[in-house]
């Protein structure tokens, strides 16, 4: 006998992002944003954590600058 398993989703806040995610991001999940210096990764993260944090259901954003090892 086999069971489904439900994941539910949450909305990013950016409808085309939860189109391609299936519906927003899975609920209890870790999320790496990723990508070149000044794509926009700082800006999706703040509009996420806006569409998504509620007294109820806390959000954690934190971010690493990084370095360059080419010195």
Request: aromatic share 8%; net charge neutral.
């Amino acid at each position: 006998m086999s069971t489904k398993v439900t994941i539910n989703r949450l909305a990013t806040g950016v409808p085309g992002l939860d189109e391609v995610l299936g519906g927003g991001l899975p609920e209890f999940s870790f999320n790496l944003i990723a990508g070149p210096p000044g794509c926009g990764k700082t800006t999706l993260a703040h509009q996420m954590m806006f569409a998504l944090a509620t007294p109820e259901r806390p959000a954690l954003f934190f971010t690493v600058l990084g370095s360059s090892s080419n010195n």
